[in-house]
T-cell receptor, first 115, second 114 residues
Framework: AQSVTQLDSQVPVFEEAPVELRCNYS??????LFWYVQYPNQGLQLLLK??????LVKGINGFEAEFNKSQTSFHLRKPSVHISDTAEYFC?????????????FGTGTRLLVSP | NAGVTQTPKFQVLKTGQSMTLQCAQD?????MYWYRQDPGMGLRLIYY???????DKGEVPNGYNVSRLNKREFSLRLESAAPSQTSVYFC?????????????FGEGSRLTVL
């Protein structure tokens, strides 16, 4: 069964600084990988996803992530953050096998952007 | 343009009471899900419905039941609420059952069990 580890529960950063949110996964099969964002008092919304092809995936709001199969990682990056990026970010994985696939979520990383 | 709608948004129950969380989606999606979100634990899948007429247990199904009423609606019932069920509950839907597509989430239902 697949699992997801988000190494940082909270990441404080100053506005306009770069940020990286780390995500590692474990799975015995090929995987699909996702990053979701949750703004305060809202549901989750998709930032980006990796299904196949190019390992560098670009998403909304200037975020991007790189799939690294050898390191089983899918870290999320943004070169310059804004106050409005303050939110909780969840990495998720589903396996690429047959049958119904369910998403397994990490425990989340709270990004705190200050002026 | 509603997407996924959950009701109620807030609820306080006493231990042993029952209640049903309602969820409806207007995107003609086939699959629907119920998750719970607890601090430090991320989202955990309670039940899911791959398609109309089917439901299956997720990671944490104990103490819950679900009904896929039709393609649009997927309800979650707590028969005898316990303090351990205090949580934020999210309903979600997706186009297909293959796991490659995007999940669309409701805004959540915050439940407190005293």
């Amino acid at each position: 069964a697949q699992s997801v580890t988000q190494l940082d529960s909270q990441v404080p950063v100053f506005e306009e600084a770069p940020v990286e949110l780390r995500c590692n996964y474990s799975s015995s099969v090929s995987v699909y990988l996702f990053w979701y964002v949750q703004y305060p008092n809202q549901g989750l919304q998709l930032l980006l996803k990796y299904l196949s092809g190019s390992t560098l995936v670009k998403g909304i709001n200037g975020f991007e992530a790189e799939f690294n199969k050898s390191q089983t990682s899918f870290h999320l990056r943004k070169p310059s953050v804004h106050i409005s990026d303050t939110a909780e970010y969840f990495c998720a994985v589903s396996d690429g096998g047959r049958g119904f696939q369910k998403l397994v979520f990490g425990t989340g990383t709270r990004l705190l952007v200050s002026p | 343009n509603a997407g996924v709608t959950q009701t109620p948004k807030f609820q306080v129950l006493k231990t042993g009471q029952s209640m049903t969380l309602q969820c409806a989606q207007d995107m003609n999606h086939n699959s629907m899900y119920w998750y719970r979100q607890d601090p430090g634990m991320g989202l955990r899948l309670i039940y899911y419905s791959a398609s109309e007429g089917t439901t299956d247990k997720g990671e944490v199904p104990n103490g819950y039941n679900v009904s896929r009423l039709n393609k649009r609606e997927f309800s979650l019932r707590l028969e005898s609420a316990a303090p351990s069920q205090t949580s934020v509950y999210f309903c979600a839907s997706s186009v297909s059952r293959t796991g490659t597509g995007e999940l669309f989430f409701g805004e959540g239902s915050r439940l407190t069990v005293l």
